[in-house]
């Protein structure tokens, strides 16, 4: 079947520290990849996404890289700052079919001045 | 635009009572979903719709049921609610087929006793 898997949280991390939430996908398919925010009391905000191999997301200073051989989509960024606190959720989501999204567990990110 | 927007924001409910959740798109999106969330576990998708009169199963449909009667409204029913219901519901919606972005709602918090 079709499934995400995040590393397990919580992350805690200082400002302005580097910052890798690693997401690996399994897919039957030809998967397009997404990473999701969701701050505080807040419903998810697409953060960016990848709609095939190789392919480079970018937003807000964050960056992932869609890696077939591997079946990867981390998520990275050089700088984190207080105002990156929230829930980061990979997902991925099939071109052919019923085009559902299918999400990793969410990974819980702190920001310490 | 509004966006995605639900309602209630909130609400308790003792078991066995019923209810139903309203979502409403002011994008013309086609396709319809509504998830639950819950602790360490992501958001499952309960039911979708990919059109108008259109509706279906999706990871978690038990206990739940959905109406797609208008384009822009996409309502889910508990018929009898358990404590295990108790949850964040989120609902999406998106344009068409291939490599959409979801819009997500804000989330109703649904509390049974």
């Known amino acids: 079947g079709n499934s995400v898997t995040q590393m397990e949280g919580p992350v805690t991390l200082s400002e302005e520290a580097f910052l890798t939430i690693n997401c690996t996908y399994t897919a039957t398919g030809y998967p397009s990849l997404f990473w999701y925010v969701q701050y505080p009391g807040e419903g998810l905000q697409l953060l960016l996404k990848?709609?095939?191999?190789?392919d480079k997301g970018s937003n807000k200073g964050f960056e992932a890289t869609y890696r077939k051989e591997t079946t990867s989509f981390h998520l990275e960024k050089g700088s984190v700052q207080v105002s990156d606190s929230a829930v980061y959720f990979c997902a991925l989501d099939l071109i052919q079919g019923a085009q559902k999204l299918v999400f990793g567990q969410g990974t819980r990110l702190t920001i310490n001045p | 635009n509004a966006g995605v927007t639900q309602t209630p924001k909130f609400r308790v409910l003792k078991t066995g009572q019923s209810m139903t959740l309203l979502c409403a798109q002011d994008?013309?999106?086609?396709?319809m979903y509504w998830y639950r969330q819950d602790p360490g576990m992501g958001l499952r998708l309960i039911h979708y719709s990919v059109g108008e009169g259109t509706t279906a199963k999706g990871e978690v449909p038990d206990g739940y049921n959905v109406s797609r009667l208008k384009k822009q409204n996409f309502l889910l029913g508990l018929e009898s609610a358990a404590p295990s219901q108790t949850s964040v519901y989120f609902c999406a919606s998106k344009r068409g087929q291939t490599q959409e972005t979801q819009y997500f709602g804000p989330g109703t918090r649904l509390l049974v006793l």
């Open positions: 994008m013309n999106h086609e396709y």
């Open positions: 990848a709609t095939k191999a190789d």
